[in-house]
C-alpha cells in the first residue's frame, strides 16, 4: 500500500506529456516520415481523436507544410487534424524537451510566448516585410498581450478556441488584442499567424510605413490611447526578431 501512490507519481513523471486533437478528414494517411513521399503506416477515421507528440516541417498540404507526429510513431499533414492553430502547439521533433528550456525560447520569452512571436516571426518572412515588419509585429504583441492569445468573456466565440488567458477590455481578442468590431474573423484573431497577419495587412496600408519610426508605425496601426508605449518594448523586440533570423 505505502509504495503504489510512490509507483504512480514516478510513472507520471516519466510519461511523455501529449494532446490529442480530432481528425477532420476521411481515411486520413499516417506515413513513415513527414511528407506525401513516405509510405503509409496506417489510416485513420474522421473524427478519431489523435495524439501528437510532436510537430515538424515537411510537404505543403494545402498551404500548410507542419506535420504531426502521432503517438503511433507515424506522421499526419497538419491540415487533417484539427489543432485550432496554423503554427506549432507542442515541440518540434527532434527538441530534447517541450520548448521550456533556454535553448528553445526567444530572448526574454517563456515556451508559449516564443512558439507565438515565431508564428508572427513566421508570418512577417512569408510577406517579406523585414526587420521593419517584425520589430512592429512584436513590439505591439509585446504591449498589447505580452504575447499571449487571450480570449474574451465579452466575446463568447473566442472561448472556443486555444488561448492563454481571458481578458475583458472591450471586445478585444488574442495577441494583437484585435477588436471583433472591426475585426469579426474570430478564429483568425485567435490564432497567432493569422492575426499577425491582419495586422501586417493594415500596417502595409499606412503610406511610408517601410521606413516610418516602428514605435509611431505600431501606434497607427492600433490606434491606442497610449502611444508611446510601443517604443518602450522596442528593445525587447529587436532582440527577439533578431533571434528569429530578421
Known sequence: MMFTPLLALTFAAIAPL??????TGDGV???SGPGTSHSIVKIYKKGLDVAITCQTDGTDVNGNNIW???ADGCYIADYYIKT????????KCGDSGSGGGSSGNL????ATQSKHAKAIIKEAKSESLGRQGCLAGIATALVESNIYI???KKVPASLKYPHDKVGSDYDSVGIFQQRATYYPN??????AAKSAGQFFAKMKGISGWKSMEVGKLCQKV???AYPDRYAERLSEAKKICAAGGL
Open 186 to 191: 474570430i478564429a483568425a484573431s485567435m490564432d
Open 84 to 91: 485550432g492553430s496554423s503554427s506549432y502547439v507542442t515541440k
Open 222 to 224: 492600433q490606434g491606442s
Open 150 to 152: 487571450y480570449a474574451n
Open 18 to 23: 501529449v494532446s490529442a486533437y480530432p481528425i
Open 29 to 31: 494517411n499516417c506515413r
Open 68 to 70: 504531426d507526429k502521432t
Open 107 to 110: 530572448p526574454g520569452l517563456t
